[in-house]
């Protein structure tokens, strides 16, 4: 195992600027995930660790060793692809086998490594099958077992469940989180997917048009985002935000045609244009709040889910009781006061 430490890295392609001084800490055994929109950088930036593309500027370095001229094979790593890239005139076996085959390691060795990464991932039975045999879950299980067997001192993951159904997505999920928690080795996952990024991820990298926009653990991201573009990419669904101003105590915030709502600890310039964010979750009904009109109810069994309009802005509840609403009737949806958050409007910082 190993500690990932990324330097004031930079990726040019050309003169467009793709990664732009990132700098990244992965603690040893740590499950870091790389979360962001399509075209962040966040895959550059794995590959770049994987040494599957050149590094522009800056220091990549794996286990105390900078590694900026290091081939990918003699990096220490092992690398699971979306698309499984498994050989198919192999057998699950020889597909497990074969990077220690190519390392001449010892027979033996070779099939005490296979058969420990099988029985690990419940492969026993598929040994003797090609991947055509194979469902598209149990592939991915393969490509894990090949990672699995190099012993590599940091697994990397590039977006290995995009290519699963939803519910296999769940399983999985739950399958390499508890994988990672068996053999504690040092990863680094890349997903578009928040969900994924919250269930399973030690630290959060949060990326967003080649840089850093924040990091930290799930909860931290989730309680206390840093900006605007981090408070709607973290959280399904995504935090409500509201136009106001700071109103004239410096400590409240006058919503755009409706309620003023006082917020706890704000310290802010009277009259500054902010955005108010509050999750769906964090709304309750009734009391002093914001007025609004029901859109659209979504019961689900588990909780109801409001959308609603409001003066400021459109809203989306969540209730874990259950409601009689109807589009068209009125209600007052009151933020909980400590669960406010206040960003710059032109920013976009948390304030």
Known sequence: MAEVRIRGVHKYFGDTHIIKGVDVSIDDGEFCVLVGPSGCGKSTLLRMIAGLEEISGGEID????????????????????????????????????????????????IDRRVQEAARILGLGQLLDRYPRQLSGGQRQRVAMGRAIVRKPQVFLFDEPLSNLDAKLRVQMRTEIKELHQRLKTTSVYVTHD?????????????????????????????????????????????????????GADGA???????????????????????????????????????????????????????????????????????????????????????????????????L
């Open 194 to 246: 928040q969900i994924e990024a919250m269930t399973m991820a030690d630290k959060i990298v949060v990326m967003h048009d080649g840089i850093v926009e924040q990091m930290g653990g799930p909860l931290d991201l989730y309680d206390r985002p840093a900006n605007t573009f981090v408070a709607g990419f973290i959280g399904s669904p995504a935090m409500n935000m509201l136009q106001g101003r700071v």
């Open 62 to 109: 794996i286990g105390g060793r900078v590694v900026n001229d290091v081939a990918p094979k003699e990096r220490d790593i092992a690398m699971v692809f979306q698309n499984y890239a498994l050989y198919p005139h192999m057998k699950v076996y020889d597909n497990m086998a074969f990077s220690l085959k190519l390392a001449k390691a010892d027979k033996a060795e």
């Open 252 to 350: 409240s915030v006058e919503l755009a045609g409706s309620a003023t709502v006082a917020v706890p600890g704000l310290k802010a310039s009277p009259g500054q244009a902010v955005s108010f964010g509050v999750r769906p979750e964090h709304l309750t009904l009734g009391g002093t709040g914001i007025g609004c009109e029901v859109v659209v109810v979504e019961p689900t069994g588990a909780d109801t889910q409001v959308y609603a309009k409001s003066p400021a802005g459109d809203l989306n509840a969540i209730f874990r009781e259950r409601h009689e609403f109807r589009p068209g009737d009125r209600v007052t949806l009151a933020p909980m006061p400590a669960c406010i958050h206040v960003f710059d409007a032109v920013s976009g910082q948390r």
